[in-house]
């Protein structure tokens, strides 16, 4: 068998030996959920906090919200 059949035998072995099947399965929407508040504890939050509830909000309604 000549050199370049035996590397072209190698390389094959190891492209196809590297192919992976990993399934990934996003199970947030199982265990997270918008985050509430009342009125009172509005009142007394910072405008930076209401803004990341607001915007975990919007991400909960883009990725779990509308199924």
């Not at 050199?3 to 997270?32: E, H, N, P, Q, R």
């Not at 508040?37 to 915007?55: D, Y």
Request: hydrophobic content about 40%; aromatic content about 6%; some cysteine.
């Amino acid at each position: 068998m000549s050199k370049f059949k035996c590397l072209l035998i190698l390389m094959t072995i190891l492209i196809v030996g590297c192919k992976s099947t990993t399934v990934v399965i996003d199970t947030a929407c199982a265990w997270t959920k918008p985050i509430t508040t009342t009125a009172a504890e509005r009142k007394v939050m910072t405008r930076q906090t209401k803004e990341e509830i607001a915007t975990h909000n919007d991400m909960w309604d883009y990725k779990c919200g509308k199924r």
